[in-house]
C-alpha cells in the first residue's frame, strides 16, 4: 500500500497545479477583457477630446475673423467704433476663454492618455507574468508527470509526443 501514498500525492500535487493555472488562466482572461474595457474607454473619451478641440479651433477662427472685420468698421466710423470697442473686448476675452479651455483639455486629455498608457502598461505586464508563471507551472507538471509515468492531460497547448518506431 505505500508504492500508492506517493503516487495518490503526486497525482493531487498535480490537481492542486491544474486548479492553480485554471485560476491563472481565468485571471489573465478577466485581465485582458478589462484591459480591453479601458481601451474603449480610453478611445472614447480621446475622440470627446478631439471633437471638443475641433469645436474650440472652429471657434477661436470664427472669432478672428469678426475681430478683423471688427477692426476695420471702427477706423471708418468713431460713435460706431466705440460700441465696437466693447465688443471686441468681449470677444478677446471669450478667445482668452477658449485658449484657456483649449489648454485645460489638452492638459486633461494628455493626463488620460497617459494614465491609460500607465494602466496599459501595468496591466501587460501582469499579463506577462502570469504567462511566465504558467509556462512554469506547466513545466512542473510535466515533469511531475514524467517522474510518475502519468499520462499528459487533454489540453490544448500540450502538444501529443509521436509514437517511436520501433525500427
Known amino acids: 500500500m505505500a508504492p500508492s501514498v506517493p503516487c495518490t500525492r503526486a497525482s493531487a500535487a498535480l490537481r492542486m497545479k491544474h486548479i492553480s493555472l485554471d485560476n491563472q488562466s ?5 485581465l485582458r477583457a478589462k484591459l480591453e474595457t479601458e481601451r474603449r474607454e480610453s478611445t472614447a ?3 470627446g477630446l478631439e471633437t471638443k478641440l475641433v469645436e474650440a479651433k472652429k471657434e477661436h477662427k470664427t472669432n478672428q475673423v ?9 477706423s471708418g ?8 470697442s466693447n465688443k ?43 504567462v511566465e508563471e504558467k509556462s512554469s507551472l506547466l513545466q512542473k507538471i510535466q515533469g511531475l508527470q ?5 499520462p ?16
Do not use: V, Y
Not at 469678426?66 to 471702427?74: C, G, V, Y
Open 66 to 74: 469678426a475681430l478683423q472685420a471688427s477692426h476695420k468698421t471702427i
Open 146 to 150: 514524467e517522474d510518475n509515468d502519468a
Open 88 to 130: 471686441i473686448e468681449r470677444m478677446k476675452a471669450k478667445k482668452q476663454q477658449a485658449r484657456e479651455i483649449h489648454m485645460e483639455c489638452h492638459h486633461k486629455f494628455q493626463a488620460r492618455i497617459q494614465e491609460a498608457k500607465d494602466t496599459i502598461q501595468e496591466q501587460h505586464l501582469i499579463i506577462e507574468a502570469l
Open 26 to 30: 481565468h485571471t489573465i482572461r478577466r
Open 77 to 84: 466710423l468713431t460713435e460706431i467704433g466705440l460700441c465696437m
Open 152 to 167: 499528459a492531460p487533454f489540453d490544448d497547448e500540450w502538444e501529443e509526443e509521436p509514437e517511436e518506431d520501433p525500427e
Open 45 to 47: 473619451t480621446k475622440e
